[in-house]
Every structure is written in structure tokens, then in C-alpha cells.
């Protein structure tokens, strides 16, 4: 659809492009972020750098997600970065895990859109996170929290879909559905990466051996932790170790 000759005439004469940006430092609770098609951080409001725990956008403007974010959370983004610069389409309202106020991970909406640039070609993304009381009220929303509750407190043992659909109080079919529409993942593939993200943290923060790491989260042998480990994070257990403790 052509641009209608007043507003193309209307933002022609706008000094500062950026200056819209302004808008997202009087919306509460809204989380405003851009990014270029390699995934560092151009832009965003006051409210994400605060809710990263950084002092200014200076600090986040280059940083990748991997600086703020577990390793398998910060992929799942880029994953759906790259969905949109792809596709050049939006994905709205998407369920995710963003930064609460106490800075513990929580669900919360994702809306992305496509950056073009002048010649139409996409360049990278921006969108808003924001919370949405409604929607977590929802039936739908409460079995998915559920599900990732239950994966989460099991993370050290090898669940099946059909026990995670148990506990989550729907058929193995259900769950299927509705972890695909909110996030994207199958039962099988949120099991997985709820054990690798515990295994991570594990990795992080201390030093018990990896071999033991892998078989206290229901790994057969460090080999195949560490193919699953690296499929899902780009390193392997002893890269990622070696990275986030110095």
C-alpha cells in the first residue's frame, strides 16, 4: 500500500528519527528494545537497561542477550529474531521469559517487529515486553506455567511428555498444542532445555566436574551432554564454563 503523501511529507521533516523512541519512556511496565540482524542491542528505554541492572543504554548498546540472559533463554530469542528478519512479519503477543522486579525470570508478552531500511531490506528488529495479568490469568496460560513449573522442579530428571501433560492436568496432545502456540517449543525440546539451562547454571557457579553435572541431569555420559549442551547454546560445557567463570 503506498504511503499516503501526508505522512510520508510529515515524517520526511521530523529532525530526529529517533525521536519517537521518547513514547516508551512514559508507558509503565512496557519494555522497548531494538536490535540489528546480528543480534546486538541498538536501542531501548530507560526500563530495560534498569531491568538488566545497567546504569545507562551505553552499556547495552553492542551487548548480545547472552550478556543478560541464561544461555538457552538468549538463543530462544534469537531464534525468533531470526524468524522475523527472515520472514519480514511480526510475531505478536509471544509468551517468554523476561526479568520481574525481584530479577527472577517470569512470563511475560513479546511483540517483535521487522526494521527495514530505506530500501525496504529488514536490518533487524525492535519490539516491547510487557506483562500481561489477563492473559496469565487464562486457563490456557495456567497450564503452560504449569508444565514449565513442573519441568522446572523435575530438571535433574528425565520426564516424559506424557508425565509433564499429567502434571499439567491436560492429554499429551493439549500440551503439545498449546507449548507450541505460547512458546514455540515441543514437550520434549522445554524438558531438554529446562535440564540444560539447570545444568548451565551448575556449570556457572561451580565446580563439580561436568561428568557429574551431566549425570545429576539425567545425561547417559558427558558425550551426550555435551552434544545436546552444545546444540542449544553454540559451546560446549567446557567453553561455556570457561566463559562465565573467567
Known sequence: MPTPRLQAEFFARIADPQGVRAVFEHLPGVFFFMKDDLGRHVAANSATFERFGIKSERELVGAMDEKFFPPEIAKAYREDDQKVIRSGKPLINRLEVWYDE????????????PVRDKRGKVIGVMGITRRDEDRMRH????????????????????????????AAGVSERHLHRKLRSALGL?????????????????????????????????????????????????????????????
Not at 525481584?102 to 517487529?113: G, V
Request: hydrophobic share 35%.
Open 102 to 113: 525481584q530479577r527472577n525470570l517470569n512470563w511475560f508478552l513479546c511483540t517483535k517487529l
Open 139 to 166: 486457563h490456557d496460560v495456567r497450564e503452560v506455567t504449569a508444565a514449565v513449573q513442573y519441568a522446572r522442579e523435575h530438571c535433574r530428571e528425565v520426564i516424559t511428555a506424557a508425565e509433564l501433560a499429567r
Open 186 to 246: 515441543s514437550p520434549y525440546e522445554l524438558l531438554l532445555r529446562t535440564r540444560i539451562q539447570s545444568a548451565a547454571e551448575a556449570l556457572a557457579r561451580t565446580s563439580t566436574p561436568i561428568i557429574e553435572i551431566a549425570l545429576d541431569h539425567g545425561f547417559c555420559d558427558q558425550s551426550a551432554f555435551t552434544q545436546q549442551f552444545r546444540k542449544r547454546t553454540s559451546m560446549t560445557p567446557k567453553e561455556f564454563r570457561k566463559r562465565h567463570q573467567g
